[in-house]
């Protein structure tokens, strides 16, 4: 592919491009691509989820990397960035020293990724998705199916505005608007997908008679580290040597909006309450999984180059601390100052320096391309709200909302896998049937240490 479309000719860059043959040996003639989250994420990666899900059943499955993905040449991965995360897990979350830290490896990387001829102002969005117009073509297919999760999502709503030639039908999960994506639009989401737990909780008499009032405890205790930090060594989950981990109120936060892995949804009732009671493993535990090194490591040159171009400009620091007093009233304004996964954002965009592109890209799709809009509940990343939401402009769009499911909905709900094999062959008319009924699994609850 082209670096940059409108310098033809000029440098060049290779994605990887994998098909996984359709499981049904009569498969249908149009094939479903994926778009992968991040931005920078592991498209090669989610392979088995894809196909554990069903994806690839009666279609092949085509995958792509994202340019400056992982398995793309050029690769913007940033080890100076990586190393750092690896180090912040036992530094305080939201210290001005973090952020310095942080802000030194962003540069350091984008430094060296520029020394090595690379215009990161070329690692968009609107590339990206001119990168899957021409897959199509280059491929010789007529018409396929476009699924996406997370930042996907974004692409796919992109792809599916300036590019709308061949696509038969768009399935978005886990749903990022192109038009409203920024960093106060986190505080939304991650207000939405926490209270979702919490009103789960409640609706589920034995977990409220034992856990009752979880956001007046999340309060406290979001106050209470913010106050006085935990410092502690843990092992982390995976096992291996113990790490050292701090735990203020924005790494409890963090890991509340990054729910799954290490901290499922199920267990967050019972971890809050323990840290309440002077237990705080679980929260440790799940910062200590951080600790690692990814063993394929998240392209963060592309990440920053999305963000601080497309998600950050627009909304001052000011507009951010006011939507986090929106969502959370009376937490710590320490806390609500950094957007839930990407602390420090502004401060990083300012060494990152590429331009500003929401008005390319902070856009709504419309389009009467049948769509299937799949969100989660616990969902704390991309608020379940949202896609409804994007689904106002495009009216031949299915909206289905599964309970008790957070981030990357398909591969953890198998009602979702069937809705989404029954919109692949009928697009207009999904079957549905099985989320009615649906209901969050039951909390993990613990032994009450005052009633022992």
Request: glycine letters at 8%.
């Amino acid at each position: 592919m082209p670096e940059n479309r409108s310098h033809r000719g000029k440098r060049t860059i290779k994605l990887t491009v994998a098909i996984v043959p359709a499981a049904s040996a009569r498969p249908a003639a149009d094939p479903v691509v994926f778009m992968e989250g991040g931005p920078g994420g592991d498209a090669i990666g989610a392979i088995p989820f894809l196909v554990d899900s069903g994806v690839n059943r009666d279609r092949d499955l085509i995958v792509m990397t994202q340019r400056g993905g992982p398995y793309s040449e050029p690769y913007l991965a940033c080890p100076e960035i990586d190393r750092f995360n690896a180090q912040a897990v036992g530094l305080p979350y939201d210290a001005p020293s973090t952020g310095r830290l942080l802000v030194r490896a962003a540069k350091e990387c984008r430094d060296r990724l520029t020394a090595d001829g690379i215009r990161l102002s070329d690692y968009n969005t609107t590339e990206n998705a001119a990168d899957f117009a021409d897959l199509r073509k280059a491929l010789g297919i007529r018409q396929w199916n476009v699924y996406g999760y997370s930042y996907g999502t974004d692409l796919a709503l992109t792809y599916l505005r300036r590019h709308p030639e061949g696509i038969r039908s768009v399935a978005i999960d886990s749903v990022v608007p192109p038009q409203i994506v920024s960093l106060p639009w986190a505080w939304d989401s991650a207000q939405e997908g926490i209270n979702a737990i919490f009103a789960a909780c409640e609706a589920q008499p034995r977990c409220n008679s034992r856990y009752p009032d979880l956001a007046r405890t999340l309060t406290e205790q979001v106050r209470r580290l913010e106050a006085n930090p935990l410092t502690l060594t843990v092992q982390p989950p995976g096992g291996g040597n113990p790490v050292r981990v701090v735990l203020d109120g924005g790494a409890l936060v963090n890991l509340l909006v990054t729910n799954g892995g290490a901290l499922p949804a199920a267990v967050v009732p019972a971890a809050l309450d323990e840290l309440a009671h002077g237990n705080p493993q679980r929260f440790a535990q799940a910062q200590a999984a951080g600790a690692g090194t990814p063993v394929v490591p998240q392209a963060h040159g592309l990440t920053q180059s999305v963000v601080c171009s497309e998600w950050a400009p627009g909304f001052s620091e000011s507009d951010l601390l006011e939507a986090g007093r929106r969502a959370f009233p009376g937490w710590p304004d320490t806390v609500l100052a950094h957007a839930p996964q990407l602390p420090f954002q502004y401060d990083l965009c300012r060494v990152w320096n590429v331009p500003d592109r929401t008005a390319i890209q902070r856009v709504a799709t419309f389009s009467d391309v049948p769509a299937l809009i799949v969100t989660g509940t616990f969902d704390a990343k991309t608020g379940a709200s949202w896609g409804p939401y994007a689904g106002r402009t495009l009216p031949r769009s299915t909206a289905v909302l599964i309970p008790g499911i957070s981030h990357f909905v398909v591969p953890q709900s198998p009602c979702a896998q069937s809705v989404l094999a029954s919109f692949l062959a009928r697009p207009t008319a999904p079957d549905t049937g099985c989320v009615a009924g649906l209901e969050p699994a039951p909390f993990i609850l613990t032994p009450d240490p005052e009633s022992t």
